[in-house]
């Protein structure tokens, strides 16, 4: 396959909320570009980029994924991203690693919750961006409505450069405003267009609309200002130059019509992405320098080369399969390169080009480039592969914390070995799942960004590594700690034969900032205890805060400061001091008050405001707090705090209250305590479960 270098490179992330239409664009703009011969669609399960079994199956997206066509001469590399916001980080992660994004928004739907934090994210980024208006064709879609919600919730700067020519049904082409010419399309999906002069009655609706797009481009740049006011309008030239120059600083935002299904505007599409988007060669990429400060790099194929891992795929069959940003220089297959961030040396062998999940041999990558390779021994995502020369490092890309939590086990015992190997492999592609031994109860416990989330997980675990797990109802992460200071004492004394045991410690709690965890601290004076022993008085207090007194969950946000004690010469040892650390906890635990605490949730939920009423009181008895509400035009957005607990089946209930129509977004917030008369049901619940160690404990 051919080598592009970065100017004739354009790199795109496809973003929006779930089911706006994405992977069905990049379907057929692969299609209309020639990269691939066959029209897939999602309804059959024959995309390019919904490749894995369960995208299949659901027909959503779950990961992203990568595929290129060659357009105007340029190499188009396409990101496929997820719109659920299970899987928000990875759409996260294909933002860092392009110049622009396409969001998607669907002309019936309009704004969306997604659409709004993938607009944030991406202004966050200060990414230019391509508005894709889609799915155009169907019943009440409406061009004029998303328009306006775009401009209300997103921005001004949001500017048509084209019409839609038929409406509904009867959508079959676009007025090109930057041309002004008509392209129309077959009726029979093939996506063939064909190019004229604009229908008569839409002359004036198109004269108008450029008016205000010279206007908007004239506005974003000194002297096209000055030019426009002398000449009364720009130049062919001027228009074109001055629209790429104010999408490359994000002041403008040009917005496009489609129908994926129906292969509608994808070539214009495809022309915006290659005029208007920058090329990596003029935009450079955020890095870190040696002392962490951060620093733009330049895509210079001559450089010392570096690259960024932005994704891994874990294939039980074809292995690790790494996906990589070029940054700087050249990375060539058949050569070994340094993994800066585990400072080890990685073999590449061939570097790939991938369409979605079909793979093709590169001689070499260069900057500004995204393709992958395969097989690498120790190489993760975020590291960087880099010259030693460079010296850069990239700001590692964050995942979000889970907010869900499922104790799991295997279907056949014997199999938990291939459980956690093959969770290793699951979290290399995917850091926003996480799988760790309940202390207490020793069950395995899966966690994620929300069922969906921890479904798909357990599909995954079963296709690729073959192993099935059962899956029991989820468990709120609930802490512990401590509402008043108080002093304690623990004395560990026991003759056993010749040999003694002996420990003794006097210790002071005292409740910290909630976040703030554990902090112990050591004031011992005088020797009252001899200096290696106050480690496992540390010890003691450690391993008995971490299982808990109320009901065996994580006592946190205290202080344990060992201020005095006494020893034996002969009988102390560090098992004996770490026994008298336990001991001394429980008895604070007696006199300190302790309590739960639940994590609370930041919940956005957005729904047609005939329903927001009914919600909001729905969540005021989930013990939810509202902190505000907005009006959308038809539409309301419902911001409250409300506990875990309450939200578990909040899926279930918002889309049959309204018919489906609703949608939510919910992050993890912080700790706060139980109210008191539900912590009685909590302590009996993890009894119950946990039976014997618990009460033990207590
Ligand atoms: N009528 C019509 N349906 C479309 C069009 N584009 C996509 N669809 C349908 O809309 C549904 C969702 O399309 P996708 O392309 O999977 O949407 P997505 O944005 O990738 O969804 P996620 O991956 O879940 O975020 C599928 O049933 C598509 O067939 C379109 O242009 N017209
Ligand atoms: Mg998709």
Redesign the pocket.
């Known amino acids: 396959m051919k080598v592009y270098d970065a100017a004739s490179i354009r790199n795109i992330a496809?973003v929006?909320?779930?089911?706006?239409?994405?992977?069905?664009?990049?379907?057929?703009m692969l299609f209309v570009a020639g990269a691939v011969n066959r029209l897939g669609?999602?309804?059959d399960g024959t995309?390019v980029?919904?490749f894995d079994d369960e995208?299949i199956a659901?027909?959503?997206?779950?990961a992203s994924s990568l595929a290129h066509a060659e357009w105007q001469k340029a190499k188009v590399n396409i990101i496929?991203?997820?719109?659920?916001a299970n899987f928000l980080a990875d759409a996260r992660a294909a933002l860092r690693v392009c110049e622009g994004a396409l969001v998607?928004v669907?002309a019936v739907a309009g704004v969306e919750v997604?659409t709004e934090k993938f607009w944030a994210e991406a202004a966050a980024l200060q990414l230019p961006r391509l508005v894709v208006v889609?799915?155009?064709?169907?019943d009440r879609a409406s061009l004029e409505r998303t328009l306006d919600a775009l401009h209300r919730d997103c921005g001004r700067e949001i500017v048509p450069i084209q019409l839609p020519i038929g409406h509904e049904r009867a959508f079959h082409g676009v007025v090109d405003l930057v041309r002004m010419r008509a392209l129309t399309f077959a009726t029979d999906d093939s996506g063939r267009m064909t190019e004229g002069d604009i229908p008569a009655e839409m002359a004036d609706a198109a004269t108008v609309a450029r008016e205000q797009l010279l206007e908007m481009v004239a506005e974003t740049d000194e002297q096209l200002m000055e030019a426009f006011f002398a000449e009364g309008t720009l130049t062919q030239e001027q228009l074109v130059a001055g629209l790429h120059q104010a999408t490359k600083n994000a002041k403008l935002f040009p917005l496009v019509c489609?129908?994926?299904?129906?292969a509608?505007g994808l070539q214009p599409l495809l022309d915006a992405i290659v005029d208007f988007i920058p090329s990596p060669a003029e935009r450079d990429f955020p890095a870190l320098d040696t002392d962490g400060r951060e620093i733009t790099v330049t895509a210079v194929d001559t450089a010392p080369y570096s690259a960024l891992v932005w994704k891994t795929i874990a294939d039980p069959f074809a292995g690790r399969i790494t996906m990589l940003r070029v940054v700087t220089g050249t990375l060539k297959s058949d050569t070994t390169v340094t993994n800066l961030t585990t400072e080890s040396s990685e073999r590449l062998g061939h570097l790939l080009a991938l369409q979605g999940k079909a793979q093709t041999h590169v001689s070499e990558l260069k900057a500004g480039d995204l393709g992958a390779v395969a097989k690498l021994k120790d190489t993760h995502t975020n590291d960087a592969l880099a010259d030693k020369a460079t010296k850069v490092r990239f700001v590692p890309m964050t995942f979000p914390e889970p907010v869900l939590a499922y104790a799991i086990e295997p279907k056949s015992r014997g199999d938990e070995d291939k459980i956690s190997t093959a969770m290793q492999r699951l979290r290399e592609e995917d850091p926003s799942i996480s799988y760790a031994r309940d202390p207490q109860t020793h069950e395995l416990l899966l966690s994620g960004q929300g069922q969906l989330h921890i479904e798909v997980t357990v599909a995954k675990l079963k296709r690729r590594f073959g192993v099935e797990v059962n899956l029991k109802p989820p468990r709120i992460p609930y802490r512990e700690t401590i509402s008043v200071p108080t002093e304690a004492h623990g004395r560990h004394k026991k003759q056993t034969g010749g040999h003694g045991q002996f420990g003794d410690c006097k210790i002071k709690v005292e409740p910290l900032p909630r976040g703030s965890d554990f902090q112990f601290v050591d004031d011992i004076f005088g020797g009252s205890i001899p200096r290696q022993f106050v480690p496992a008085v540390e010890k003691g207090i450690q391993e008995a805060r971490v299982r808990g007194y109320l009901a065996g969950y994580p006592m946190v946000d205290f202080k344990a400061t060992v201020f005095d004690g006494s020893y034996h010469a002969v009988d102390s040892n560090e098992l004996s001091f770490k026994m008298a650390g336990v001991l001394a906890f429980k008895d604070a635990m007696t006199r300190a008050r302790p309590t739960i605490l639940e994590p609370i949730m930041q919940v956005e939920v957005y729904t047609p405001s005939d329903f927001a009423g009914d919600l909001m009181g729905d969540l005021n008895s989930r013990r939810g707090r509202i902190a505000g509400m907005d009006t959308r035009g038809a539409m309301t957005v419902i911001r409250a705090q409300v506990p875990m607990a309450e939200m578990l089946t909040y899926e279930q209930h918002l889309t049959s209250a309204t018919g489906g129509r609703g949608s939510y977004h919910m992050e993890y917030s912080h700790y706060e305590e139980v109210p008191h008369q539900f912590q009685a049901k909590i302590i009996a619940a993890a009894r119950a479960e946990r039976g014997q160690e618990v009460a033990e404990e207590v």
């Open positions: 496809v929006g909320h779930g089911g706006c239409g994405k992977t069905q664009l990049v379907s057929t669609k999602v309804d995309t980029t919904d995208e659901r027909k959503h997206t779950l496929d991203t997820p719109g659920f998607v669907d997604q889609s799915r155009l064709e169907r489609t129908s994926g299904l129906h509608i």
